[in-house]
């Protein structure tokens, strides 16, 4: 009944909008958490834009696997938008500083996400870091031509140089054209602690937009495993 572009429109940043009617919409799922760099949630992407579902189950890869195609049922689900990227889930408690809260009932969400049974992993979009844009956040992105810069993984007051950095928090890129990118690597990633390449990258991931420690906002990745980075 809907496409993600349109309730993308309907949300807001600020506060929880609960979706009252009969809401419908078609994706295949884009995300994986066998890493651990994603938890508790997965990203869906249809044609128009992506979505990121709170979901309050571990291993979810097993569940529903990269390209599955599925159908989110949101009628009574809460979104919110957070890093830029649509999340939906149910209404939070009031003492939840975050107004959409992971769904963690097996019936519910049974009720919420109905499996398909065709898998077909869904290609990046190919972008420039100073291509990507609001809609992106959420979507599976491919950027190229990344060399890193900085890292919060290494000590630059205690004489850590790049070569030291690890994958772990914020690590930031610069693109041939000088454009920066963050790319976020929580600390229980399987590969957190895997060194940092320094050569020049294709990178991976789900967009997001967040800020880098004392350095300002900026357009992020979220790759889901080690194999998101390659050589260019």
């Known amino acids: 009944?809907?496409?993600?572009?349109?309730?993308?429109?309907?949300?807001?940043?600020?506060?929880a909008t609960v979706i009252p009617e009969r809401v419908v919409l078609r994706g295949r799922i884009t995300s994986s958490d066998r890493s651990g760099n994603f938890y508790r949630s997965m990203t869906v992407e249809d044609a128009t834009g992506g979505l990121e579902l709170l979901i309050g189950e571990y291993n979810l890869d097993a569940l529903y696997p990269?390209?599955?195609?599925?159908?989110?049922?949101?009628?009574?689900?809460?979104?919110?938008y957070r890093y830029g990227v649509l999340q939906v889930g149910v209404p939070a408690a009031s003492?939840?500083?975050?107004?959409?809260?992971?769904?963690?009932?097996?019936?519910?969400?049974?009720?919420?996400?109905?499996?398909g049974i065709d898998v077909e992993p869904v290609e990046p979009r190919r972008r420039m870091v100073?291509?990507?844009?609001?809609?992106?956040?959420g979507r599976l992105v491919?950027?190229?031509?990344?060399?890193?810069?900085?890292?919060?993984?290494?000590?630059?007051?205690l004489g850590e140089s790049l070569d030291l950095a690890t994958w772990e928090r914020y690590s930031m890129f610069r693109d041939s054209r000088g454009d920066p990118l963050v790319v976020y690597t929580s600390e229980y990633a399987d590969y957190a602690t895997t060194t940092l390449p320094c050569d020049s990258l294709s990178i991976t991931g789900i967009v997001q937009y967040g800020s880098y420690p004392k350095m300002g906002s900026y357009y992020q990745i979220k790759m889901r495993y080690a194999e998101d980075c390659a050589l260019y």
């Open 66 to 80: 990269e390209g599955l195609e599925v159908a989110l049922r949101l009628e009574g689900c809460a979104m919110q």
């Open 142 to 157: 491919r950027v190229d031509s990344l060399c890193p810069i900085a890292s919060t993984s290494i000590d630059t007051l």
């Open 95 to 115: 003492y939840e500083s975050f107004g959409v809260s992971d769904i963690e009932s097996r019936q519910r969400i049974t009720e919420v996400v109905v499996r």
């Open 1 to 15: 009944t809907t496409t993600i572009a349109q309730l993308r429109s309907y949300a807001s940043s600020h506060q």
């Open 130 to 137: 100073g291509e990507l844009g609001e809609d992106d956040c």
